[in-house]
């Protein structure tokens, strides 16, 4: 008899190992969500980043990391304090993984923690794959990387959303305009830009082909928060506008393309990707809300 995680399983074209192991790490997020949402996690804290795309408004890509942050700061806050009620539901459900957080060398308002669990195991388990599974060494680890801001910039709003599978649950979610921000704010202010993430690229075309407008608020606290905005007179739409072409003309599109590639099923999306393209779009298509 099928478990509750090979029925779901079902639901997804994995064609691949590659997207089985993606499908096996979605599911894992949503019962992360689920745990959390039993505790006292969503009380204090809310859900964004390209994860909360994926799950609750369908972002046509897949996403590794859980990024959370809280309402309010709090320097006291623990996020391995939630390593139990994450790992008990999880085993719950069949899976065997370990918890880990990253002890970082310098003052960060950023924790960071690790999931982690054997591919193959999960695999043979879930998916009925037969060992030796090509392509996939005995010693694969499926990883989920857990992120939360202890010391969350102003400006953003919430919204309560709810969920069925894999069992019911619920958690407090940034809105789009204020996911939209916190997208803007990474697409123009990582410092590794030898190193660019695709990501921030794809979703921020997928928020103008949704019509999203961006919390322009949130996005100049966020940038002074960075120190990419030291500016006495506030952000505009302009100012925004000319940061991002500013941007367009410095990024690197052939790395782009190799980032997000692997996380995308339809890759004739992003073959306009260029200068021109990104100029374009966000010239005609870019609006903001100041609320």
């Known amino acids: 008899m099928k478990n509750e995680i090979s029925l779901l399983l079902e639901s997804y ?90 002890k970082k060398r310098i003052v960060s308002p950023i924790q960071s923690a690790f999931l982690k669990g054997n591919t193959e195991y999960h695999l043979v388990k879930f998916l009925a794959r037969e060992r030796p599974i090509r392509g996939v060494p005995r010693n694969a680890v ?5 992120e939360i801001d202890i010391d969350p910039p102003a400006g953003a709003h919430v919204e ?16 789009l305009p204020s996911l939209f921000a916190g997208k803007m704010h990474a697409l123009l202010c990582r410092k590794w830009k030898q190193r660019e993430k695709g990501r921030d690229f794809y979703d921020y075309v997928w928020y103008l082909q949704q019509g999203t407008e961006v919390n322009l608020f949130h996005v100049e606290q966020r940038m002074r928060q960075s120190g990419d905005w030291k500016k006495e007179d506030n952000l505009t739409k302009d100012d925004l506008i000319e940061l991002l072409l500013v941007r367009f003309s410095q990024a690197h599109y052939d790395l782009i393309k190799d980032d997000i590639s692997p996380f995308i099923r339809d890759q004739s999306s992003i073959s306009l990707y260029s200068e021109e393209f990104f100029r374009s779009i966000t010239k005609e298509y870019l609006s903001v809300t100041h609320s």
Do not use: C, W
Request: charged share 25%.
């Open 142 to 146: 499926i990883t989920i990387k857990l």
């Open 160 to 175: 309560r959303r709810f969920r069925l599978q894999p069992s019911p649950y619920s958690v407090l979610l940034y809105d």
């Open 13 to 102: 074209a994995t064609n691949t190992d590659s997207e089985a192991i993606h499908a096996l790490k979605e599911i894992i997020q949503e019962l992360v969500l689920a745990s959390l949402s039993k505790s006292d996690f969503f009380d204090k804290a809310a859900f964004y980043g390209g994860t909360a795309l994926r799950i609750f408004h369908n972002l046509p890509r897949f996403s590794e990391d859980m990024v959370f942050t809280l309402l309010q700061p709090d320097p006291t806050f623990q996020m391995d304090k939630y390593f139990d009620v994450i790992l008990e539901e999880l085993t719950s459900y069949g899976f065997d993984i370990e918890a880990h957080s990253k």
